[in-house]
């Protein structure tokens, strides 16, 4: 497993941009997985957004295409999501994940390295 710390949550009104980032820590994750998960109140945790390290391809929830973008910072060893054109409704704590299979899936379980989660609230 690796080490996964989000930031970059905070407070933005509809219309507006906030970029997350998770820094990556631990074992070797050249050929890992990555993803960002969401979970409002009393809702289920969502799939985001992902791609493999080793790879090209880049995968979204419909409901974020077009505005969000996940990137990342070899250098860095940092996963990026940014966000633009807000909604209420992307309110919901974010979380970073990985999976050492390096295998792209919207599932929840098909992640075995989880970050703390950072706080975004999109207000109307």
């Known amino acids: 497993q690796v080490q996964l710390v989000e930031s970059g949550g905070g407070l933005v009104q509809a219309g507006g941009s906030l970029r997350l980032s998770c820094v990556v820590s631990g074992r070797t994750f050249s050929n890992y997985a990555m993803a960002w998960f969401r979970q409002a109140p009393g809702k289920e945790r969502g799939f985001v957004a992902a791609?493999?390290?080793?790879?090209?391809?880049?995968y979204y929830a419909d409901s974020v295409k077009g505005r969000f973008t996940i990137s990342r910072d070899n250098a860095k060893n940092t996963v990026y999501l940014q966000m633009n054109s807000l909604k209420p409704e992307d309110t919901a704590v974010y979380y970073c994940?990985?999976?050492?299979?390096?295998?792209?899936?919207?599932?929840?379980?098909?992640?075995?390295?989880w970050g703390q989660g950072t706080q975004v609230t999109v207000s109307s």
């Open positions: 994940a990985a999976n050492r299979w390096g295998r792209v899936t919207m599932a929840t379980y098909g992640y075995d390295s």
């Open positions: 791609f493999r390290w080793s790879g090209e391809g880049t």
